[in-house]
């Protein structure tokens, strides 16, 4: 019997061989590691996974072909004023399409059926102290942005005050929720605060159109 620790991982999609992958042995699987602001797609039965505050992860797959992908965000502050609808094509409002739509359009690349698409929808919680509550405004513009779309949301774990270890497993659409206990909120609140800071320094710009 072949060792998977020592097998050969399969190759990664084009365009994601940055992103670091493992064997994990808890969840029997090769397993990629999300940052904030990435994303990844696979055709491998592999797992997905990542930690969320504030943050939001969409996980997106064709459910008959198994081809699906995970990202993590978090809009722009300067959304605030309003929601982002009222941010029409603002900078916070591109941010959170390209995060949206470059996970669906690399799916669709690679194979994946847009009418077989299910979308399950993780995070939003209210972790970071002295700041108006950023993990509802992810949540709402998720959300809409996936109802505008025509796709439903099939599953989700989103809101209350709570970090997030989020596990995905495209290839069967199964994911593993575990909230973490607030002794993480601290670490994951200055990840998340750095990674604000970051995206409001250089904002996406550009427009991206869905296949």
Not at 12 to 28: D, I, M, T
Not at 46 to 65: F, H, K, M, N
Not at 136 to 147: P, V
Request: proline share 3%; with cysteine.
């Amino acid at each position: 019997m072949v060792d998977p620790t020592t097998s050969r991982l399969a190759l990664s999609l084009p365009g994601f061989e940055h992103v670091k992958r493992a064997w994990n042995e808890a969840y029997g699987a090769y397993s990629a590691r999300l940052n904030p602001g990435e994303y990844y797609v696979t055709k491998n039965d592999e797992a997905i996974y990542t930690t969320l505050g504030s943050c939001i992860s969409a996980c997106i797959r064709d459910r008959v072909s198994g081809i699906g992908g995970m990202n993590h965000f978090m809009l722009p502050a300067s959304s605030e004023e309003g929601g982002w609808k009222a941010a029409g094509l603002g900078s916070a409002t591109r941010y959170g399409n390209f995060a949206m739509e470059h996970l669906i359009n690399e799916i669709l690349k690679n194979g994946g059926n847009r009418q077989n698409l299910e979308v399950k929808l993780f995070g939003g919680g209210r972790i970071i102290a002295n700041m108006t509550d950023v993990g509802k405004r992810n949540i709402s513009f998720a959300r809409d942005y996936i109802e505008t779309e025509g796709l439903r949301v099939t599953s989700e774990d989103v809101g209350e005050v709570y970090p997030r270890m989020v596990v995905y497993f495209p290839n069967s659409g199964k994911v593993r929720v575990k909230r973490l206990r607030s002794l993480h909120n601290n670490t994951i609140a200055d990840q998340e605060t750095r990674y604000l800071q970051t995206i409001e320094k250089k904002p996406v710009s550009g427009d991206i159109e869905l296949f």
